[in-house]
C-alpha cells in the first residue's frame, strides 16, 4: 500500500519547549509515513533537543537561521514554496504571539508568514498560559484568519507536575491532523484550465467597459487545484492577484483576447484539458469599434453601439462531442436566491455544462468570502458563506469526482 504522506513535502517547525522531544517521533512517524520531511528550529528550539537528531530522522539538515551565509536567494519564501504543509510542533506561546501578530523575526515565523500551504500547529504550554488572555486571544486571531489549524492541546499532566489544558496532543494525533490538512492529491498530472478576473473592452486609448470582479475565486480555484495536483493554466483578466505557486498564468485583456487564450489551453478537438472552469466575468458586450484616438467631449449625448462578445462557455460546450473536458459555468445575478439558482438550472442545459456555481452580485464581487450554491443536473448544494479559498475544495471535489467517473 503507498504510504499515507508518500512524496508528501512538509515543514516541521519545532519551537521551544520540553514538548519539542516528541517532535523527533512526529518527524520519524511522517518519514515512515513517505513524507519528505524538513525540520526548522526556533532560536531557542535547540536548547530543548539537538539538531542532529532530527537531521538524522529527517535526512536533511536542520534550517535554523535565516540569514545563513549558506543560504542562496530567501530561504523563508523557498521553504514555503516548497512544503505543502507546515507543521509546529510544538507550538509555543510565544511563537503563537508572533504568528498572531504577523511577525517574520525568525526563520519559522517568516515562513509561516509566506505560506499559502496548510499550517497546522500542536500547541503545548502550563495550563496557565494557554488559558492566559493573551495567548487565548493570539490563538482566536490564528484560528479566525483561517490561517492556522490547532491540534490540542489536551488536558494532562504538564512538565511542572500541574494539570490542565497545555499539554501537546500526541504525536498521533498530530500526524492525523497533518493527513487530514493535506489536501488530496486527487487532480495529479489532470490539466484544469481556469479563467479569473474581469475583462476589459476599450473604447478608445483612456476609456474602457469593464466589470467588479477581483478574480479572487478563479484566482483561489487556481491555488487550490495546484495543491491537489493538477497542471493549471489560470487565464486571468486584468487583476492586481499574484500568481498562485505551481500555476502557469496567462493575462488577457478582453473577451476576444480570453476566447483565444482558453482555445490555445484547450487544443485542437478540446483534448489537451480535462477541465475547464469559467470563473472569470466575461463581459457580455464590447463597443463595436475601439476608436484609436480619445473621443472628443461634444455637447450632445454620445451613443455607443455595443456588439454581442462570445460566450465562450457555450462555445466549448456546443463543440464538446463527450464528457471531456468537465465544464464548470459561474452565474453572477443581482436578483432573488431563487432567481439565481433557476438562472443557473437554465445555464446548464443553455451551455450544455456540468456544474453552475451561483452566485449572488452582492455577495461575491471583490470580497473575500462567498456564498454561493452548486447547481448540477442531480440537485443543489448550497455552500458557505466561507473564505474563497475553502469554497474552491468543493468545486474542485465535483471536478475530480466526474473525471474519476469517466476513467
Ligand atoms: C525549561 C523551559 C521550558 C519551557 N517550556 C515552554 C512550553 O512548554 N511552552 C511555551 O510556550 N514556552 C515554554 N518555555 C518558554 C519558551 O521557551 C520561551 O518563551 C521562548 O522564548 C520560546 O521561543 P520560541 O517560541 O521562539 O521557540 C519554556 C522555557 C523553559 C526555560
Not at 45 to 57: C, E, H, K, N, R
Not at 193 to 213: I, M
Not at 313 to 337: K, M, N, S, Y
Given at each position: 500500500?503507498?504510504?499515507?504522506f ?19 517521533l512526529?518527524?520519524r ?6 513524507a ?16 542532529a ?8 539538515p ?20 516548497r ?15 508572533r ?23 500542536a ?10 488572555p493573551?495567548?487565548?486571544r ?16 489536551v ?20 500526524v ?14 489532470r490539466h ?5 478576473g ?20 478563479g ?11 493538477a ?6 483578466g ?8 505551481g500555476?502557469?498564468?496567462i ?8 476566447q ?11 483534448g489537451?484539458a ?25 455637447p ?36 432573488t436566491?431563487?432567481q ?33 450554491s ?5 440537485g ?11 469554497l474552491a ?15
Amino acid at each position: 500500500m503507498t504510504p499515507a504522506f508518500h512524496g508528501r513535502r512538509i515543514a516541521l517547525a519545532v519551537s521551544g519547549s520540553i514538548a519539542a522531544y516528541k517532535a523527533a517521533l512526529v518527524a520519524r512517524l511522517l518519514v515512515t509515513e513517505g513524507a519528505e520531511v524538513q525540520a526548522l528550529f526556533t532560536r531557542s528550539a535547540s536548547q530543548f533537543v539537538g539538531a542532529a537528531t532530527f537531521a538524522g530522522i529527517t535526512g536533511r539538515p536542520v534550517l535554523c537561521e535565516m540569514f545563513a551565509s549558506d543560504a542562496a536567494g530567501e530561504r523563508h519564501v523557498e521553504i514555503a514554496k516548497r512544503s505543502e504543509l507546515l507543521l509546529i510542533v510544538p507550538a509555543t506561546a510565544d511563537l503563537l504571539a508572533r504568528l498572531a501578530s504577523g511577525r517574520a523575526d525568525d526563520l519559522v515565523a517568516a515562513t509561516a508568514l509566506c505560506c499559502t500551504c496548510p499550517v497546522v500547529a500542536a500547541p503545548a504550554m502550563h495550563p496557565a498560559m494557554w488559558s492566559h488572555p493573551s495567548t487565548q486571544r493570539n490563538v482566536g486571531t490564528l484560528v479566525g484568519d483561517g490561517r492556522v489549524r490547532l491540534v490540542g492541546p489536551v488536558h494532562g499532566e504538564v512538565a511542572s507536575g500541574d494539570h490542565g489544558v497545555g499539554r501537546m496532543s500526541e504525536p498521533e494525533a498530530i500526524v492525523a491532523a497533518a493527513l487530514a490538512a493535506l489536501a488530496p492529491r486527487d487532480l495529479l498530472d489532470r490539466h484544469v484550465v481556469v479563467t479569473a478576473g474581469p475583462t476589459v473592452e476599450d473604447l478608445d486609448p483612456v476609456r474602457f467597459l469593464s466589470n467588479r470582479s477581483s478574480g479572487k475565486m478563479g484566482f483561489a480555484i487556481a491555488a487550490r487545484a495546484a495543491a491537489r495536483g493538477a497542471n493549471v493554466t489560470l487565464i486571468s483578466g486584468p487583476t492586481a492577484l499574484p500568481t498562485p505557486v505551481g500555476v502557469t498564468r496567462i493575462d488577457v485583456r478582453s473577451a476576444i483576447e480570453m476566447q483565444a487564450a482558453v482555445d490555445r489551453a484547450l487544443g485542437a478537438d478540446l483534448g489537451a484539458a480535462d477541465a475547464l472552469v469559467m470563473a472569470a466575468a466575461v463581459g457580455d458586450y464590447r463597443p463595436a469599434r475601439a476608436h484609436e484616438k480619445k473621443l472628443k467631449r461634444g455637447p450632445g449625448a454620445l451613443e455607443l453601439e455595443l456588439v454581442p462578445n462570445p460566450d465562450i462557455l457555450a462555445t466549448v460546450g456546443a463543440a464538446r462531442g463527450g464528457t471531456r473536458p468537465v465544464l464548470v459555468g459561474f452565474a453572477v445575478e443581482a436578483d432573488t436566491e431563487a432567481q439565481v439558482v433557476a438562472y443557473a438550472r437554465a445555464k446548464l442545459d443553455s451551455k450544455r455544462v456540468d456544474v453552475v456555481v451561483a452566485n449572488h452580485a452582492a455577495d461575491a464581487f471583490g470580497k473575500d468570502d462567498n456564498r454561493v450554491s452548486l447547481v448540477t443536473r442531480d440537485g443543489v448544494q448550497a455552500l458557505g458563506p466561507a473564505p474563497k479559498s475553502e469554497l474552491a475544495d468543493p468545486i474542485l471535489d465535483f471536478v475530480a469526482q466526474k473525471l474519476r467517473e469517466q476513467g
